[in-house]
């Protein structure tokens, strides 16, 4: 497998939206030493991870190229955090953190972030003898089934349609 990295133009075929250099360095600089191993293993990772961040998400705005663009970014119309425009050729640097990141825990455990979902193998609640237990936050559905990554979250918020969540936050506009 070989990674095509996503420019800025809407490639039609690009599987990546960051190089295995750079988030090699990221990880280095932070001291995660869980991001070891193969090229061909990382690769891998890096592709699973930018499918995982490209159809996970609802983002603000719309693909530069429409239905025919490989990837969720490049974007016409999205922002970042403190309202200044994200150019419709760029990759923003929280969706690069965030795919090194989403490729960490794909390195580890493959897979992980798009787990299989069975709903009737769920449990809320477990009787063994006299001992029974119910849990606090039983996967009632397959989005309950997918971790929560914080810190992704915490670095893509600001770019996703709908905001951080907070229904008490506006939008404001630099003119």
Request: hydrophobic share 45%; no cysteine.
């Amino acid at each position: 497998m070989s990674l095509i990295v996503e420019t800025g133009t809407g490639s039609t075929d690009a599987n990546a939206f960051w190089d295995v250099a750079s988030v090699d360095a990221y990880h280095s600089t932070r001291g995660n030493a869980a991001w070891v191993g193969d090229n061909a293993l990382k690769e891998a990772a890096i592709v699973r991870a930018t499918a995982f961040l490209s159809v996970s998400y609802q983002w603000q705005g719309y693909k530069v190229k429409g239905r025919p663009q490989a990837l969720a970014w490049p974007r016409y119309g999205a922002v970042d955090r403190e309202n200044w425009a994200i150019g419709p050729n760029e990759i923003p640097i929280e969706i690069k953190y965030a795919t090194a990141e989403v490729a960490l825990r794909e390195l580890i455990v493959p897979g992980s972030m798009s787990p299989d979902f069975v709903a009737s193998e769920q449990v809320k609640r477990e009787k063994v003898g006299d001992l029974e237990t119910e849990y606090l936050n039983a996967n009632t559905s397959a989005d309950g089934a997918r971790p929560v990554l914080l810190i992704v979250r915490d670095l893509i918020g600001n770019l996703l349609r709908t905001g951080a969540g907070n229904v008490l936050v506006g939008q404001a506009y630099r003119a």
